[in-house]
C-alpha cells in the first residue's frame, strides 16, 4: 500500500509538470496598443503584451508599408529655413526588429520603427537638414519566433515634429 501512495505522489508531481510546460508552448498576443508617435523624433511606437512563451528569446517585427513618407527640411544653424522645397525621403518599407527574452513566460514591452535620414542632405555650407513631419502607413506587429500575428493598423499615422535648435 505504501509503495502505491508513493507511486501515485510521484506521477502526480510528473503531471504537474508536464502541465505547466504545456501550457508554456501557446504564445498568444493579450493586448496590442494604438501605434503613437514621438513628437520630439517621429518615432513610432507599439506597445504590447505576449504570453504563453515559456523562457526562450522572442524577435517581432515592427513595419511601415510603402507610402511611409519621412519630410526633412534644411535650416540654417540659427533656425532660419532658407528658400527653397523641402527634402522629401520616402521608404518604400520601413521595419525594425527586436529580441526579447520573456520574464515568467510573458512579454509585456514597447518597439518603435525610428525614422530614417538615408541621402538626405542639404546643398551649401552651413545648413542642418531637420525632421518636420512623418506619416507611417501599413503599420504591422508580427512575432517571428512563433509565427503570430500581432495587428495591423492601416492609418495613417501623421504627426508634425518640433525642431529643435542648439
Not at 538615408?118 to 546643398?123: K, M, R, W
Request: charged share 10%; aromatic share 8%; glycine share 10%.
Amino acid at each position: 500500500m505504501r509503495r502505491f501512495t508513493m507511486l501515485t505522489i510521484c506521477l502526480v508531481v510528473v503531471a504537474c509538470f508536464t502541465a505547466t510546460t504545456a501550457l508554456a508552448d501557446s504564445p498568444h498576443f493579450i493586448k496590442v496598443s494604438t501605434p503613437t508617435i514621438e513628437s520630439s523624433t517621429g518615432n513610432l511606437t507599439i506597445n504590447f503584451k505576449e504570453a504563453g512563451l515559456g523562457s526562450t528569446p522572442v524577435t517581432y517585427t515592427l513595419a511601415a508599408g510603402s507610402g511611409t513618407v519621412f519630410t526633412f527640411q534644411c535650416f540654417t544653424k540659427s533656425g532660419n529655413n532658407p528658400q527653397g522645397d523641402p527634402n522629401f525621403i520616402s521608404p518604400s518599407t520601413l521595419s525594425q526588429d527586436t529580441t526579447i527574452t520573456p520574464r515568467n513566460g510573458q512579454i509585456t514591452a514597447p518597439i518603435s520603427l525610428q525614422v530614417l535620414q538615408d541621402g538626405a542632405s542639404c546643398q551649401g555650407g552651413g545648413l542642418v537638414l531637420k525632421l518636420i513631419h512623418v506619416k507611417y502607413v501599413n503599420v504591422t506587429l508580427t512575432d517571428d519566433t512563433n509565427s503570430l500575428f500581432g495587428g495591423s493598423f492601416a492609418g495613417p499615422f501623421e504627426s508634425d515634429v518640433n525642431v529643435v535648435f542648439p
